[in-house]
Each structure stands twice: as C-alpha cells, then as structure tokens.
C-alpha cells in the first residue's frame, strides 16, 4: 500500500487547525495508522518513509512526536525503522508543515 501526501490536514475538515510542527505530525499519524487499519494492516508493516517537511530545522520537533506516537501505539517501528528520507519541500498548502509518504506491506 503507498500512502502519500498524509498531512495535519483533519480527516473530518479537511484544515489544518494548527500551525505547530508536532500537532501536525500526530494528526499525520493517526490518520497513516486508521488507513492501515482500514485495509487490514498496521504501522508494524510500514517498509518506507519519506518525510517531508517545510523547514528542515523542524526536524527535531518532528522527531520527537513521532517517537512518542510510535511508543505508544508501535514500539517496533522505532526498534526496526523502515527505510527513510528526509525532504525539505513546499507543501500543498501554506499552512502545512509536514507530510509523510509510507509504503506498507498489506496481507491478503
């Protein structure tokens, strides 16, 4: 399954409601983790990341509620992280300040 371009942007509005590095980011993971769900996956099948985020000098803030999402909800990923990359990128929408890609192993 590929994933992309899954940003802070709320399921339900389609907005961002805020413009901080780190509620974007959880907002992203929630909805990367529903969507496998969804197709009867989980983060513990995600294979690649590609992270893009406005200013790189996010990257710490990022970082940091990435890991404390995945502590909770998929220690693996953060003992066996997939295959990653980091992109500094204009975003969609101005307000956006970050956006991840995943691939993800999906069983039949």
């Known amino acids: ?3 992309s371009g899954v ?3 709320e399921f339900s509005t389609g907005r961002i409601k805020d413009l901080d590095v780190k509620l ?3 907002t992203a993971w929630e909805k990367i983790e529903t969507i496998l769900k969804e ?3 989980s983060l513990n099948s995600i294979v690649k990341m590609v992270i893009y985020l406005l200013k790189t000098e996010d990257y710490d803030a990022y970082y940091e509620q990435t ?3 995945l502590k909770a909800h998929c ?3 953060l003992e066996n992280p997939p295959a990653m990359t980091l ?3 204009g975003l969609y929408q101005k307000e956006m300040l970050v956006e991840i890609d995943v691939t993800a192993i ?3």
């Open 1 to 3: 399954m590929f994933l």
């Open 7 to 9: 940003s802070g942007r």
């Open 24 to 26: 974007q980011t959880r």
């Open 39 to 41: 197709v009867g996956s």
């Open 67 to 69: 890991r404390q999402f």
């Open 75 to 77: 220690p693996n990923l």
């Open 87 to 89: 992109v500094e990128a």
């Open 106 to 108: 999906v069983s039949k």
